[in-house]
């Protein structure tokens, strides 16, 4: 099992940045393929962006590529999501996710954060 904790919401201006990190505890962290959703209220939960085990491959959502990058530190045991550009509409809860297999799909990730809030105010 691998535990998540993610961290570095908040409140921010359009146009702002955030970046936000996942630190994982358990099982060998570089055996993940890692990845993060969000869901704002009324909505469904959504793919963001997901890094296979390695670094080597990313992925990311029409909404958010070009202003949004993850990336991982394996030494660290973390996954982060840098944020730039940002709009009102990313306003949601943040969910880092961990999963032994690559996936765009919530169902597919076996393993969640609590989560944690980014605001984007215009």
């Known amino acids: 099992q691998v535990q998540l904790v993610e961290s570095g919401g908040g409140l921010v201006q359009a146009g702002g940045s955030l970046r936000l990190s996942c630190a994982a505890s358990?099982?060998?962290?570089?055996?993940?393929?890692l990845g993060w959703f969000r869901q704002a209220p009324g909505k469904e939960r959504e793919f963001v962006a997901r890094?296979?085990?390695?670094?080597?491959?990313?992925y990311y959502a029409e909404s958010v590529r070009g202003r949004f990058t993850i990336s991982r530190d394996n030494a660290k045991n973390t996954v982060y999501l840098q944020m730039n550009s940002l709009k009102p509409e990313d306003t949601a809860v943040y969910y880092c996710?961990?999963?032994?297999?690559?996936?765009?799909?919530?169902?597919?990730?076996?393993?969640w954060g609590q989560g944690t809030q980014v605001t984007v105010s215009s």
């Open positions: 358990g099982r060998t962290f570089s055996s993940y393929v």
């Open positions: 890094v296979s085990w390695n670094g080597g491959s990313r």
């Open positions: 996710a961990a999963d032994e297999s690559l996936g765009l799909v919530a169902a597919q990730y076996h393993y």
